[in-house]
């Protein structure tokens, strides 16, 4: 699924996002008459839907090699796509799971679309999403409104940058590191070259200004969204 935005809100995307699919998938990827043949691409709206065939895999690895492939398939994209946009243009990928059977193939378009939305909500002129982040936060993150993520970051955030400002005491920083390491004190203090002692006093200075408790997995989980929607 993709879909092609231009800033001036240009209409008729659609049938542009459907040339783009055409110019890099059926050359590119056909490795004869008969493999060119069996990719269709078409557009619904503002949007343009490709059918790709996908090598056949055995049923026991076909959860994981099948999303292999297709991942590898949305990697090969992004770069002809990016060429191919003149200006001001940004184009936008979701990528289903792979089906076998043509009854799979209306969810395999919602589960596209979604993507695809997910993608949207990234900066960048090429943005892309792949079906294994539909089982993520990633997904749920695009569709909270902006004044709930406003109200949501600064609540949490606002704080901590205020205090950086005038202090220069690295707490936003220190905060993504810490839970990046899973909350460990060891990894974190090396990843930041710091002393663990000087670790804990940033950590409990983020608490104390905010309230909250970063041993608390409640506590962390929202700290940790409320970096990413920030």
Known sequence: MARVEWEDGSAETGPVAQTLLEEILVDPLATGPEQSDRIAVAHTGDEAVALVPLPAVSSEHDGSETGILADALL???????????????????????????AEGLRGALEEARHARRVAAARPGRVCAAGH?????????LPF??????????????DP?????RRHRAELIP??????DSDGS???????LHL????????VGRIEQLTGRD?????????FFLALRMS
């Open 185 to 191: 004190w060891t990894r974190c203090a090396s990843r």
């Open 75 to 101: 990697e090969s994209v992004r770069e002809p796509l990016s060429a191919g946009l003149d200006g001001d243009g940004r184009v936008t990928l979701g990528v289903s799971a792979a089906v076998h059977s």
């Open 214 to 222: 970063l041993s608390r997995l409640e506590d962390k989980l929202d």
């Open 160 to 164: 901590l940058r205020d205090y950086d």
């Open 144 to 157: 909270v409104p902006d004044d709930v993520r406003r109200a949501f970051t600064a609540r949490l955030l």
């Open 174 to 179: 220190t905060l993504e590191a810490f839970l």
């Open 195 to 202: 002393h663990v002692n000087t670790l804990r006093y940033r």
């Open 132 to 140: 294994q982040e539909l089982a993520s936060h990633v997904l749920l």
